[in-house]
Nanobody
């Protein structure tokens, strides 16, 4: 069982930056692949980025590639999402997710989810 808690969301102007954190409980965090997803009002949850359990592999949605960076610190049981050059279309609730076996972009494949943190980018 893994419990996830996101933090770091907020209101930022276009072009600004935020760093999201996702703190995980449990001693097996290092064995889980971790993903970030987002959901805007009236839209489906969409993939943002994923990082393998070791941190050796990362994968990004085209919409955030070059602007967002996913990383993890297994000693701190935390995964991060550094978001730069933010745009109004990045406005959404951001969720982290965990799975021991899956490293893809389909949200229904992930077993554990946090409660989400709101990111709002003003124009």
């Amino acid at each position: 069982q893994v419990q996830l808690v996101e933090s770091g969301g907020g209101l930022v102007q276009t072009g600004g930056s935020l760093r999201l954190s996702c703190a995980a409980s449990g001693r097996t965090f290092g064995s889980y692949h971790m993903g970030w997803f987002r959901q805007a009002p009236g839209k489906e949850r969409e993939f943002v980025a994923v990082i393998s359990w070791s941190g050796g592999s990362t994968y990004y949605a085209n919409s955030v590639k070059g602007r967002f960076t996913i990383s993890r610190d297994n000693a701190k049981n935390t995964v991060y999402l550094q978001m730069n050059s933010l745009k109004p279309e990045d406005t959404a609730v951001y969720y982290c997710a965990a799975d021991q076996y899956y490293t893809g972009s389909h949200p229904h494949e992930y077993d554990y989810w946090g409660q989400g943190t709101q990111v709002t980018v003003s124009s």
